[in-house]
């Protein structure tokens, strides 16, 4: 199981940015698949979860409405389109997949079986 995680970069207040996570080695169809970030002096938390096989999501309140997480299950892509940015979103950007059975609330809250690397994304003027 390998996920490669990339798009991130510096933005300014209000831009958007596109993250994608590359995964190989299960298909994306049956695991719940998501986006975590932590920020500097912070836990580590989860933002945006998809539950591939019946495409529920779920989102932390503090990106609802600006974050929008989708999966290609053709080309084993998962993405985080993040909108209308704020300096608090400021964070390296993970994405992680839970082979087993969880939904994409259980996968925001207890965190996934496998990580991928991170990628940073700084909001600022």
């Known amino acids: 199981v390998q996920l490669q995680a990339s798009g991130g970069g510096l933005v300014q207040p209000g831009g958007s940015l596109r993250l994608s996570c590359a995964v190989t080695?299960?298909?994306?169809?049956?695991?719940?698949i998501g986006w975590f970030r932590q920020a500097p002096g912070k836990e580590r938390e989860g933002v945006s979860c998809l539950s591939t096989w019946n495409d529920i999501t779920h989102y932390s309140d503090s990106v609802k409405g600006r974050f929008t997480v989708s999966a290609d299950a053709a080309k084993s892509t998962v993405y985080l389109q993040m909108d209308n940015l704020r300096p608090e979103d400021t964070a390296v950007y993970y994405c992680?997949?839970?082979?087993?059975?969880?939904?994409?609330?259980?996968?925001?809250?207890?965190?996934?079986?496998?990580w991928g690397q991170g990628t940073l994304v700084t909001v600022s003027s």
């Open positions: 080695g299960f298909t994306l169809n049956r695991p719940a």
């Open positions: 992680g997949v839970d082979l087993g059975h969880s939904s994409s609330y259980e996968l925001c809250k207890r965190g996934p079986s496998d």
